[in-house]
């Protein structure tokens, strides 16, 4: 896979892995069993990311893990919802997975919280906003990081990817911990799996609400998150392309049935597994397929919380 994995890097046009940049802690607070400290540090384009970093309390920490926010056109929230501090509790992996014993980074993504440009929004705790103010703001941003990159031509996600493989270097140096992973629902599970295929120091990754084809959705009528609209990948790969590229490392799948962002999730997991097989190592692809709608629901985020510690805490 490492031929069909560097063809992708290559399309994609990701540069080498970055080393880490130096990070400022603006602040720090106590939470329960866990400290949680604000970080910034420099992107690859020298734009300034924001995260959230939470770490155990207990003497040995068990693995780390890099904590992707979701999209749900909430522009205003990012990190700060995966952190708990605001937004949906089930995508609060942040605390949950740092009273566990996991160090957890979670960044603003392009566009997101801290990221985004609107004088006044983005702060650490996002002011509270109208429904269709957010949205309208929002949305126009973020459309114009996308198009503007495609007339460039340049990729939103090839700089989300390398924002990624930057906060992978900070998690490995903060934690000196080579067993990393990545986790991730809807917009997150996608850019984690990406992530996953693309960068071989993702130790194990869980991808929710994310796994759907390009050719499921063209042919289906599926609208294309915006970091998804890459020219001319479908004539060359597709997800179940990604998840080849994983093994031998592990993965968890996660998708539901009323759900058409991984409406084909069971086909291409099918298709993938003989990429595993042929390591012997068919059962660190996997799949949990439940009834119910995109969002997640208390089973599946306790389901995604129990497989990031099991997986965390073995090499």
């Not at 949680?36 to 970093?53: K, N, P």
């Not at 130790?203 to 599926?222: I, Q």
Request: include cysteine; aromatic fraction near 6%.
């Amino acid at each position: 896979m490492d031929l069909l994995r560097e063809s992708i890097r290559t399309f994609l046009k990701l540069s080498p892995l970055p080393n880490p940049p130096a990070i400022h802690i603006v602040n720090e607070a106590e939470g329960d069993g866990f400290r949680r400290s604000l970080i910034r540090y420099s992107a690859h384009d020298g734009e300034q990311i924001e995260a959230f970093l939470l770490e155990p309390k207990i003497a040995e920490p068990r693995g780390a893990v890099l904590a992707l926010h979701q999209h749900n056109s909430q522009w205003a929230i990012g990190k700060s919802e995966v952190a708990g501090l605001m937004g949906d509790p089930l995508q609060a992996f942040g605390p949950a997975l740092a009273r566990r014993g996991i160090t957890v980074l979670a960044p603003d993504s392009i566009g997101f919280e801290s990221r985004m440009k609107k004088a006044g929004w983005g702060t650490t705790l996002a002011p509270a906003l109208s429904k269709s103010h957010s949205t309208e703001e929002g949305w126009l941003q973020y459309y114009t990081h996308v198009a503007h990159r495609l007339v460039r031509g340049e990729l939103l996600m090839r700089d989300i990817l390398a924002d990624c493989e930057i906060a992978l270097s900070i998690l490995h140096g903060r934690t000196k911990n080579s067993h990393l992973g990545v986790v991730g629902h809807s917009f997150g599970g996608t850019v984690a799996l990406f992530l996953a295929a693309l960068d071989t120091r993702v130790a194990f990754a869980c991808a929710s609400g994310a796994v759907c084809s390009f050719r499921h959705k063209l042919a289906a009528g599926t609208a294309l998150e915006g970091s998804l609209i890459i020219p001319g990948f479908h004539e060359r790969f597709d997800l179940d392309d990604l998840l080849r590229c994983v093994a031998p490392r592990r993965i968890l799948v996660v998708s539901s049935e009323s759900d058409p962002y991984s409406a084909d999730a069971s086909d291409l997991v099918k298709t993938a597994l003989p990429a595993f097989e042929m390591q012997q190592c068919g059962d660190r692809l996997e799949h949990l397929r439940v009834p119910g709608p995109h969002a997640l629901d208390q089973g599946r985020f306790d389901a995604i919380l129990n497989w990031t510690v099991a997986n965390a805490t073995c090499s």
